[in-house]
């Protein structure tokens, strides 16, 4: 954990009065884009009856789309990388961004997990992203994003959450349960109600606000933002962009051919438009944190001959160096 002085950094506590998600998801990038420099914000928000699908997921596969909406729910894409999520009101969603100097993974997780203890709740950080009870059943994800100035760290913490609607929604692949070695979405997951039943929303906001005050220091004001407030134009355009049919679904092709894989790091889904033995279209789909392997292979593919070599002699000239890359380039060379 780095060693900072906090005296002259902002801190800044942001609540949202709405359970829409599309507005959420919209006032954290709000926030994140206009965050000043020496600033860390924790940003507290709750999604009604929500799936949130990761950046370059397909979100039919990944959700029973009609039902949800069907049932009134909604269907939204966060900006960062990883699988999809269920959000109710029995889950608090929690968001840390942070200047470039000031972010500290460790300390966000101190916030988190220190927030569940004085719950009552020992809890742990495991894998790539996920928090868990000391048997291992996980009651929080995170996903993560970075520009060159600024990163940001989100979550959930399942407090009560459906756990059999939870389960109706998402489809989550045989093969990435085989990966984890459990047998269904709700087999893996818990709720901290079941460790501590008076445990609510309002008791694990104050739980957060003061571990990050222990954290930090003290924090001026606490901000809150409301769908019907008088709002920023930018915000009003980021709630545009994230509500939109566009965004949440993207395009639906019929592809001529499809190959699926999963590794370590997560699944991948490529699928090939082809003309006159030219791919003219790549849709590459995953739940790996690190979203830049699918949206490398969306932009170097189209234009290709549809060969092994031509394919291959492509994506090594890219020159990039993603481990999760070269696991799919040796993947590709048998398949193709």
Known sequence: ?????????????????????????????????????????????????????GKTQNAWKEC?????????????????????????????????????NLYDLERQLKVILGAVRDQGIEAQFTGRNDITLMDGRKFSGNAFKFIKDKGLMHGTLLLNTDSSVMARYLQVSKAKMQAKGVESVRSRVANLIELNPDITPEKISESLKKEFSKEYGSWETEEIYGMYDDIPEELKKLYEKYSSWEFRYGETPSFDMAFENRFTWGGIDINLSVEKGVITKAYVYSDAMDTAVAETLADLLPGIPLDRDEILDKLNEAGINLTELKDVKNWLAEVL
Request: net charge negative; proline share 1%.
């Open 1 to 53: 954990m780095k060693h900072m002085d906090y005296r002259n950094v902002k801190k800044r506590l942001v609540f949202s009065t709405s359970n829409n998600p599309w507005f959420n998801l919209a006032l954290e990038e709000y926030l994140f884009n206009t965050m000043e420099d020496d600033t860390v914000i924790m940003y507290l928000w709750q999604n009604e009856n929500t799936v949130v699908i």
């Open 64 to 100: 029973r789309t009609a039902l949800l909406e069907e049932e009134g729910g909604y269907l939204a894409r966060r900006s960062t990388g990883g699988g999809a999520v269920y959000h109710d009101l029995g889950n608090m969603c929690y968001t840390f961004m942070a200047s470039s």
